[in-house]
């Protein structure tokens, strides 16, 4: 694969990873029916954004670390790479701690709705706690980010450099003399200021029968 087609590549993957994760974080994670003696079998539906509150944060900084990869140095990419992968490697333990224990990772949403708290007190008022698809989506993705961060640290040296986008330019007398100083933004050294019009020498040059406007 062409570098540039890789590197483009690799960071459209980022892209789409972490917009997935902030996908899933705005889902339905887990679905609690309480008990029926107390509360009449109600349902508390719980979004990822309690049962696995953190993910918003860890998509965004994906999508911001994506934007920082796409002009960072060869060093800073192996940096960036490595936090990529630990943030689908935290992304995917979130979802891993939700699956496995998805009666606490409801249990702020059912004291909202059930003013009762304390752990014990919560797990009491559980019936039945049931997943959906998407804390399992939000792992898998997890996991591809932590692939993601691993092939930006092993294809860091095939991605195209940099193009430097300001350089600086040397500008030359009418006779193709090199003028010293001079830059980009139109600063002049000694040599452009020596060459600046002057109302006196411009004078004294005709009188000598030669013609100033010829600079």
């Not at 990873?17 to 994670?29: C, K, S, V």
């Not at 698809?133 to 996991?143: D, H, I, L, R």
Request: glycine share 12%.
């Amino acid at each position: 694969m062409a570098p540039r087609r890789l590197k483009s590549t690799i960071l459209l993957a980022g892209v789409v990873a972490n917009a997935l994760i902030l996908l899933a974080w705005t889902q339905t994670w887990v679905i609690v029916a309480l008990t029926a003696d107390e509360l009449g079998g109600a349902r508390v539906i719980v979004g990822g954004d309690i049962a696995a509150g953190g993910l918003s944060a860890l998509a965004l900084a994906g999508l911001a670390l994506v934007g920082a990869l796409s002009i960072a140095g060869p060093i800073f990419r192996v940096v960036l790479g490595a936090l990529q992968a630990l943030i689908g490697a935290t992304v995917a333990l979130t979802s891993v701690l939700a699956i496995g224990d998805p009666a606490g990772a409801a249990s702020r949403a059912i004291t909202d709705s059930t003013g009762i708290s304390g752990a014990s007190s919560v797990q009491g008022l559980v019936e039945s706690a049931t997943l959906t698809a998407w804390p399992w989506f939000a792992a898998t993705v997890g996991v591809i980010s932590v692939a993601i961060g691993v092939a930006i640290i092993a294809t860091v040296r095939l991605w195209p450099a940099a193009t430097r986008k300001y350089q600086n330019a040397a500008f030359t007398s009418a006779d193709g003399t090199p003028v010293d100083g001079s830059t980009v933004d139109g600063g002049a050294g000694s040599g452009a200021a020596a060459r600046e019009p002057d109302a006196i020498g411009d004078w004294d040059a005709l009188s000598d029968g030669a013609d100033p406007t010829s600079r």
